[in-house]
């Protein structure tokens, strides 16, 4: 556990996922990826899928950031994209932390990708019945432009939304549908940013841990340390030249501020700083793995 200003923070794996190389680099070739990654025979790579946790210890708020797949998968689906779900390691890190799941104020969906927001909630008892949210008493944060887009996807990126996984949102009081493009909150000692590049109105916190550092949960911004790379662009971003620009951007940030960074997908690094002295940003020290 990692204590930093007012906040406590973990970095939990909840689950691993294989998708694509080529579609995780776009145009970058093999050649320059494979190295780093762990490839499968169907030229799949491994990802974590990340819960940050957060507990603000003046207000005793606990903050979860994304959620991962959870646990609705048929065999079949899982398989295709090499799903092995721990949603349990969410309420081991809870423990740990001397709390639980009922204890959860607020859970932040970045985005509404299947692998970010499916553990949000997990069938009640049997498959395709009812549903039941894992955090019964959190409010769930996500915005509300993200969320239109979600319920009325592009053809190109309607396989990444599981309506299962978020259409009950619509209609539970513990939905938080942040709007606007400067989005705020009442949970203390925390702000959003915005990025597009990925898909529109993905809602990033940032934590203020005091002096003007802070802790940035850049989601699919930038999904793992390999993508801090300005051009090493997702083919899944919907606007990659706003995700290049963004990351710009990130890297500007963490010169002046020296933010801390958090990854939603790295196998091995949950919370970094970037090391930005050099040409090329690059992963500094790892202060969660
Ligand atoms: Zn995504």
Same mark, same amino acid.
């Given at each position: 556990?990692?204590?930093?200003?007012?906040?406590?923070?973990?970095?939990?794996?909840?689950?691993t996922?294989?998708?694509?190389? *080529?579609?995780?680099?776009?145009?970058?070739?093999?050649?320059?990826?494979?190295n780093?990654?762990?490839?499968?025979?169907?030229?799949?790579?491994?990802?974590?899928t990340?819960?940050?946790?957060?507990?603000?210890i003046?207000?005793?708020?606990?903050?979860?950031?994304?959620?991962?797949t959870? !646990?609705?998968?048929?065999?079949?689906?899982?398989?295709r994209?090499?799903?092995?779900?721990?949603?349990?390691?969410?309420?081991?890190?809870?423990?740990?932390?001397?709390?639980?799941?009922?204890?959860?104020?607020?859970?932040?969906?970045?985005?509404?990708?299947?692998d970010?927001?499916?553990?949000?909630?997990?069938?009640?008892?049997?498959?395709?019945?009812?549903?039941?949210?894992?955090?019964?008493?959190?409010?769930?944060w996500?915005?509300?432009?993200?969320?239109?887009?979600?319920?009325?996807?592009?053809?190109?990126?309607?396989?990444?939304?599981?309506?299962?996984?978020?259409?009950?949102?619509?209609?539970?009081?513990?939905?938080?549908?942040?709007? *606007?493009?400067?989005?705020?909150?009442?949970?203390?000692?925390?702000?959003?940013?915005? !990025?597009?590049?990925?898909?529109?109105?993905?809602?990033?916190? +940032?934590?203020?841990? *005091?002096?003007?550092?802070e802790?940035?949960?850049?989601?699919?911004?930038?999904?793992?340390?390999?993508?801090?790379?300005?051009?090493?662009?997702?083919?899944?971003?919907?606007?990659?030249?706003? !995700?290049?620009?963004?990351?710009?951007?990130?890297?500007?940030?963490c010169?002046?501020?020296?933010?801390?960074?958090?990854?939603?997908?790295?196998?091995?690094?949950?919370?970094?700083?970037?090391? +930005?002295?050099?040409?090329?940003?690059?992963?500094?020290?790892?202060?969660?793995?």
């Amino acid at each position: 556990m990692l204590q930093l200003g007012h906040w406590q923070f973990e970095s939990v794996i909840n689950g691993t996922i294989r998708l694509d190389g *080529g579609a995780m680099f776009g145009v970058v070739p093999k050649v320059l990826w494979s190295n780093s990654q762990n490839i499968d025979l169907k030229n799949r790579i491994l990802l974590a899928t990340r819960t940050l946790i957060a507990r603000h210890i003046p207000s005793q708020r606990i903050v979860l950031v994304d959620t991962g797949t959870g !646990s609705k998968w048929s065999d079949d689906d899982a398989e295709r994209y090499g799903i092995e779900s721990n949603p349990e390691a969410i309420d081991q890190a809870l423990a740990a932390m001397g709390t639980d799941a009922d204890a959860v104020t607020d859970v932040i969906a970045t985005h509404l990708h299947f692998d970010h927001c499916g553990g949000m909630s997990e069938w009640d008892k049997a498959p395709g019945g009812q549903l039941s949210v894992r955090f019964a008493n959190a409010r769930h944060w996500v915005h509300r432009e993200h969320f239109q887009h979600a319920c009325a996807p592009t053809l190109r990126d309607r396989a990444s939304f599981l309506p299962v996984d978020f259409k009950w949102l619509d209609e539970d009081p513990r939905a938080e549908f942040v709007e *606007g493009d400067q989005p705020t909150s009442d949970i203390p000692d925390l702000t959003f940013e915005l !990025s597009h590049g990925h898909t529109p109105y993905q809602l990033l916190p +940032v934590f203020e841990l *005091g002096n003007g550092s802070e802790l940035f949960f850049v989601g699919d911004m930038a999904p793992t340390g390999a993508h801090i790379l300005p051009a090493w662009v997702m083919a899944y971003d919907l606007f990659p030249l706003k !995700s290049v620009d963004e990351r710009v951007a990130l890297a500007n940030r963490c010169k002046e501020r020296g933010t801390i960074v958090a990854f939603p997908h790295d196998v091995k690094r949950g919370i970094v700083r970037l090391d +930005v002295s050099g040409k090329k940003p690059r992963i500094g020290e790892v202060l969660c793995p």
